[in-house]
């Protein structure tokens, strides 16, 4: 059975920072890219970063980028994302998830694992 369970979520203040972290288990970690969703209240899921198998490649999205890092250590079966400079809008719940498809990195439907999903609220 395959499980991922996210942590490090939590309340911080404006252009502070978090780390969050993702266990998988039940999968061949180390072969499988990685991604990083959040859904705000009352909006859409969306993409925040991506990376592949060997940690060689990455992807975020424009509203994170140069701010958010997504990192791996296939040793740990762990998958990390680095947040600084906060702002009010990376306000979240933030899903790890892996990806089993080999369509858009950008698109959750290739995903076929998720966490349950961890908070992140930022307050001004």
């Known amino acids: 059975q395959v499980q991922l369970v996210e942590s490090g979520g939590g309340l911080v203040q404006a252009g502070g920072s978090l780390r969050l972290s993702c266990a998988i288990s039940?999968?061949?970690?180390?072969?499988?890219?990685m991604g990083w969703f959040r859904q705000a209240p009352g909006k859409e899921r969306e993409f925040v970063a991506f990376?592949?198998?060997?940690?060689?490649?990455?992807y975020y999205a424009d509203s994170v980028k140069g701010r958010f890092t997504i990192s791996r250590d296939n040793a740990k079966n762990t998958v990390y994302l680095q947040m600084n400079s906060l702002k009010p809008e990376d306000t979240a719940v933030y899903y790890c998830a892996s990806k089993g498809g080999s369509g858009s990195y950008y698109d959750g439907i290739e995903y076929d694992y998720w966490g349950q999903g961890t908070q992140v609220t930022v307050s001004s």
């Open positions: 039940g999968r061949a970690f180390s072969t499988y890219s």
């Open positions: 990376i592949n198998w060997t940690g060689g490649t990455t």
